[in-house]
Every structure is written in C-alpha cells, then in structure tokens.
C-alpha cells in the first residue's frame, strides 16, 4: 500500500539511484523532496546515503590516485556494459486506483480537474497514517506542509510532481499548508473536496457531516451539492445532507484541539457529545433532546474527567450506563 | 539592513523549514541541519537572481554542496594529519588541548581511503572513466557522455552502478 520510491530495492542501490536523479541539472524540487521521502522512510537509508557521502569525499581525497589508475588503464573501446533496465519510477497500480476514485468524486460537477494521466510513469507516492485512540498524530509531509491527525482519524497521502492529495477517511485533522503555487493541496472528504494553496485550516468529518474551518489563507470548496465556495480566513462550512452552510466562525476554536482543549460557543449538546466521543473509549450517549446549547471550553483528558467538566459548567448531568455514560440535558425551559 | 528581495530570497524564505528538516534527515542532525541553512543563506544573498532557473531545486542542490563541503573539511583535516603523520612520525603522544585527530581517528581515516582505492580498482574501465570526469573533474552527464561518445543515459547507468558498490562499504 505504501509506496516510496526505490523502496524496492536495497539501501545501497536506491542510494546510488537518488544520487543520479539529483545530480541531473533538471532535477526538481519535487525530486529532492521524493529522496526525503526515502531518507525518511528507514534508518538503512539515511545510513546507506551517508556512506555514499563519506565514500564520495574519500575518493576526491584520493583522486590523484583514481586519476594515475585511470591513466594506466589501456584507452580500448568502450567495453559494451549492459546491465539491467529497471525503469526508474515505481509501478503505476496505486496511482490508477486512485486517479479512478477521484474521476469518481468528479463525476456530476463541472469539473474536470482530475484526468487520467498520459504519462504512463507518473510517479505518485502513496501513504496512509491513523492516530491512535489515545492521543492525536503529527504528519510533516515532504513539501514541508503538516497534517496533525486527532484521536483515531486517517488520511491517505497522494503526492505527486504535480498535485497533493489528502482523503480524510474518517475523523479530524489540522492541515497547515506549505505554499506552492504550483502544486495546490487538496483534501478529499467524501463527495467534498478542499482545495487550497497555502494555509491553515481545520476539517472535520463525522460520517456524512463535515466541518471545514479556515484558520489562515484562503481554500476553495467544492460539492457534489452545492457550487464552490470559497472559505476565508474566520469562515466555516458546514456539509450535511447534501447542503453546504457557511457562517462566521472562530478558527481557534475549530483549531483548539490542537493545544489540548475544546471550544464551544453556542453549541447543541448533540455536537458536544460527539466530540466529546471522539477522545472516550467507551460510547458517550445523550438523553433528552438536544434543546440545550452549551457555550464553554473543555480541557482533553480522561473521560471521567471531561464530563466531570461538562457537569461542572454546564446544565447537564453525567450517569455512568453499561457501557460508558450517558449525558442527560436539561429539558429546556 | 535587509538585502533586496528576489526569486531565490523568496524561495528560501518559504522554504526555510522545509529545507531544514531535509537537512536534518539527510545529515542526522539538526544543529547541522540549522549550520546548512544558515550558510544557504549567505551563498544565495551573493548570487544574482536571474542567473537561477529552478530556485527551489538550486536551493536543495546548494544546501547539499555545503553538507559536502563541510563533511569535506572535516575529513580533510583527519587525512591530512594522517599523511603528514606518515611521513613526520607520530612524535609526541597527542597534545589533548590541541585537538587533533587521534591516532585511532587517523588509522581510520587510512583504512577508508585504502577502502574507496580497493573498490575503485574494481571498475570495469569505463565506469571508472566516466566516474573519474564526472565526480572528481566535475563534468555534467551531458559533457562526459559528449567526451566519451557514449549517450547520457549510459553514463547515468555507469555512475549508478559506481556510486552503489561505494554505498555499500558502509559509514
């Protein structure tokens, strides 16, 4: 499922490979940035590539010598060296899967703005990440933009030298985007599709719900349902049931997770205990309708401990059930 | 004072972070990393933007040219001290506020390079000429494939081939 380049091939091989592809004068930013991928994709490399480093100064030490040794050898004709042609790129499968669900989500929108490619060794890379239950997961992406992943969520990474591509399986996540004009940065949820260039924000996805927050920048959200909007910084859209809402909002709430606490303002209590599910490993349930509207901040803790917070601050009253708890509002008055 | 914008001020400065967690990666290290950087800047501020076609790339081509350079003079001085040691005799046990290399560093140093001259008289002779006018006159894929009659791609498949049995002595 993952799919680094050279990764197939031993250590010292695929390091002798970047080295090629890089001392090339048309090698690209997207190249380097596919050799930190392989850097980082195991301590072999980071050694295999440091040894050739280490190798490389010691032969310039020794060039005089390399130099004398070329000299001695007889000038016949080039001898016919033939080795193996391994094609440079990693096999397309992956790639065709997933241009094919993405012409998917395209499908019933004007857009065309995913095409099968023409270039049959299109080098797309492909990784999937999951946060543990427990706490949330950072992602730093090889162009330098951060994906930081709350409890249980997973994304699939595409990138490619001409576009980033993030699906958001399930959960939420914080993208802050590294700029480049040249490769927009585009996060899939379902029917939606985020597409950005350079900046901060917030998506959250609930099965069919999704919440995308703009903390900095700008990003274009397109729909199955709806036209495409586009989201500023302090806007927020919600998706649900085939309808795209967008209102004001506080990105730092959106966003506060990420410092360890939740913000709500005027929230139904239905939204709060979702979230709030999100950090519990037993289920949290709500009894008695969703009248109440709870306005506060929770710190992220045990989930004891959370909803003794939530008891603390808001009408509600916490009882342990057979399972986990259950959150009965306040009938509203 | 600031210098003067260009494309290549305005590629680094966005890049900054990125560069330096690819330097970190590559060199193992961050305060090397961070050195790199800063050294990056400092070359880049000379040069005159319009002479760079692809920024972001001449950004991480540089960066790798001052990870080399810096690995070049730290084991220069090693090596140096081992040649001169050959010929002048160890002398005095080493001075320990002086900081030189010490003796196990020197042995080392001559082991590696008799290593990299062990593997080099290996090469079939046309690896070892394409890898002699590529890596140690510094000519392009381009000026070696012209010079030996041979086409690029061959020249690329003589260096991947060189430079794999170098990688696999190991660090």
Known sequence: MTEVPFSDLAPAEAAARWRVRLDDPDATEADWLAYETWLTAAPEHQQASAALDSALIDAELAADQIRSLDARVPDASPEAERGTVVPLRPKRPRAAAWWGAAAAIAAGTAFLMLRPPLDP?????????????????????????????????????????????????????AFTVAHDAARPFEVLAGDARVVDVGTEFNVARDGHKLVVTVRSGVVDLHTR?????????????????????????????ALAWTEGHLVFRDAPMSEVVSDLNRYSDRPIRLEGGDASRFSGVLMIDETDRMLDQLQQVSSVRVAKSRDGFVVKAAPAR | MSPPSSPLIDAYLARRPALVRFFAARTRSDAEAEDIVQELFVRIAKVPAETVENPAAYLYRLGSNIHLDRLRSARRSVARDAAYQETMGDGDAADPISAEPSPEARWTARRRLAEVMAVVETFPPQRLRVFTRHKLDGRSYAEVAAELGISKSAVEKHMMAALRQLAELGS
């Open chain 1, 121 to 173: 060794t299109l080098r797309v890379t492909t990784r999937t990440y999951e946060a543990p239950a427990t706490r949330d997961e950072t992602i730093r992406l090889a162009d330098g933009s951060q994906i930081r992943l709350n409890r249980r969520a997973a994304v699939e990474v595409a990138q490619s030298p001409a576009r980033r591509a993030v699906t958001l399986l399930r959960g939420e996540a």
């Open chain 1, 225 to 253: 349902a709806a036209a495409p909007k586009t989201l500023r910084a302090g806007m927020q859209a919600r998706v649900e049931r085939g309808t795209v809402r967008v209102a004001a909002a506080d990105p730092d709430a």
